[in-house]
C-alpha cells in the first residue's frame, strides 16, 4: 500500500510535527525510492486537519511510534528533490506572494510596526549561522554577530533554539541577549549590557526541570543504540535531545528512525519531531518555543501591550509554534527561513542567514535613522 506523506497546515503544537501517511493503493511506502510521493506545486500535499481526521486509513505518528515515513518525507521535501523538480517553479512564485520577502517588503513591515516596541527573536541553526555537516562547528560569522550586538542595543533581542542554553551562547557569545535553550526550556536574562533587562540575572524558567534524569538516561541509550549508523549524531540539549543525521547516508535514514522509535517507546512521556535534518526528542509538557516567546514577552512586561511588535525569524518546523502565537496574538509576525516553499504560520520569508543579516542591518539602520531624527526634533 503506497502512502503518501502529508505535511498538517494547522500548527498546534501537540500535532504540528506529526507526519502523517495516508493509504492510497497497494503497495509499500517504504519498498523502493521511485515511490516516493508526488508533490504538490509548493512541495508538499497540504490539506486541513479536520478533513484528514475524516479520512479512511490514517496511521498518526507521534511519540516514537512511527517515524519511517518522516524520513520519507524529508527525503522529498530535501533540496536536491525539490530542486529538481518542474512544480517547484510555479510553486515557488505562489508560495513568495503569500509569504514575501521580507526585504522586498521592508518598508510596509516598518510602517505597520510604527509606534510599536519591536522585540526580536532569533533561532540559531540555519538563522544565524548556516546548517553545516558537523553540528558543533555551526558558527555565526562576526559580521552577523557584530550585526546582533547592534540589533540588541536598538530593541530587546532574545535567541531561541533547540540547542542547550550554554551551548548557543558559546557560539553567540553576546551576554547582553536574552537566550532561550532547549526549545525554549531553559530561559536566562541578559548577563549584562541589556537596557531591557528587567531585574533578573539568573534563570528565568526551567519549565522541564523534573525530566532531566529522564534526558539524561535516555541520552546514553540512544548514543548506544545509534553508533552503529555511521554519521548519525546525538547531542544532549539538558531539557530535550537531538539526533542529527545531517551525515546519515539516506539509505541508513530508515535504520535510524527505528533505532530512535526502539528507545523512545518505553517513554511515553517523551515526543518526538522532526527538523531539519535532526530528530528532536523533547518532554510532553506543553511547552515549545511558542510559550517561550510569551513568557519572555511577558518578563519584558509587554504582556497585556498592544504596543509591541514581536518579529520572530526561524528556519525549523519548531518554530512554527512561535509563528502560531504570533499569528494568534495578531502582533508582529514569523519570517521564514527557506529556499524552498514550506508550509509555514510565517508571514513573511527570507532565503538564508545571508539575507537575515541584511534584514537585522535595514532594521538597526531604520532605529538609528529614527532616534536621529527624533533628536533632531
Ligand atoms: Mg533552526
Redesign the pocket.
Known amino acids: 500500500m503506497t502512502k503518501q506523506n502529508v505535511v498538517v497546515s494547522d500548527a498546534d503544537s501537540q500535532i504540528m510535527n506529526m507526519a502523517i501517511s495516508v493509504a492510497v493503493s497497494n503497495s509499500s511506502i517504504f519498498s523502493a525510492a521511485a515511490e516516493k510521493p508526488p508533490m504538490a506545486p509548493g512541495g508538499y500535499i497540504s490539506i486541513s486537519r479536520k478533513r484528514l481526521m475524516n479520512l479512511k486509513n490514517l496511521d498518526i505518528i507521534n511519540g516514537g511510534e512511527r517515524l519511517t515515513s518522516w524520513v520519507d518525507s524529508m527525503k522529498a521535501s530535501s533540496p536536491t528533490h525539490i530542486q529538481s523538480s518542474p512544480c517547484l517553479v510555479k510553486g515557488q512564485s505562489s508560495w513568495m506572494l503569500q509569504h514575501p520577502s521580507a526585504l522586498d517588503t521592508f518598508d510596509k513591515i516598518i510602517e505597520v510596526s510604527q509606534g510599536k516596541q519591536i522585540v526580536m527573536f532569533l533561532?540559531?541553526?540555519?538563522?544565524l549561522s548556516p546548517?553545516v555537516e558537523d553540528p558543533d562547528r555551526a558558527f555565526m560569522s562576526d559580521s552577523m554577530r557584530k550585526t546582533v550586538k547592534q540589533l540588541a542595543r536598538c530593541f530587546p533581542t532574545a535567541i531561541v533554539?533547540?540547542r542547550c542554553r550554554d551551548k548557543v551562547y558559546k557560539f553567540v557569545r553576546l551576554a547582553e541577549l536574552y537566550y532561550a535553550g532547549s526549545h525554549g526550556m531553559d530561559i536566562k536574562g541578559p548577563a549584562k549590557g541589556s537596557k531591557y533587562k528587567k531585574g533578573s540575572q539568573g534563570v528565568l524558567c526551567q519549565p522541564a526541570s523534573e525530566f532531566l534524569p529522564m534526558i539524561d538516561e535516555v541520552y546514553k541509550l540512544l548514543v548506544e543504540k545509534t553508533k552503529s549508523t555511521p554519521g548519525a549524531k546525538v547531542e544532549n540539549n539538558k531539557f530535550c535531545l537531538s539526533v542529527h543525521f545531517r551525515c546519515v547516508d539516506e539509505k541508513k535514514w530508515s535504520e535510524l528512525a527505528s533505532q530512535v522509535r526502539s528507545v523512545l517507546k518505553e517513554y511515553p512521556q517523551l515526543r518526538l519531531s522532526q527538523?531539519?535534518k535532526v530528530l528532536e526528542i523533547r518532554p510532553t509538557i506543553k511547552w515549545d518555543k511558542g510559550k517561550a516567546l510569551e513568557f519572555l514577552l511577558e518578563s519584558l512586561g509587554y504582556a497585556n501591550c498592544n504596543d509591541v511588535f514581536p518579529v520572530y525569524i526561524?528556519?525549523?518546523r519548531?518554530?512554527e509554534d512561535a509563528f502560531k502565537v504570533l499569528r494568534d496574538r495578531g502582533q508582529g509576525f514569523g519570517i521564514l527561513?527557506s529556499k524552498i516553499p514550506k508550509e509555514t504560520s510565517a508571514t513573511y520569508s527570507l532565503q538564508e542567514p545571508a539575507e537575515v543579516m541584511d534584514f537585522l542591518q535595514r532594521l538597526v539602520e531604520w532605529k538609528r535613522q529614527a532616534v536621529r531624527s527624533q533628536a533632531m526634533l
Open positions: 533561532d540559531y541553526d540555519g538563522t546548517i533554539s533547540g527538523g531539519r526561524g528556519d525549523d519548531t518554530d527561513v
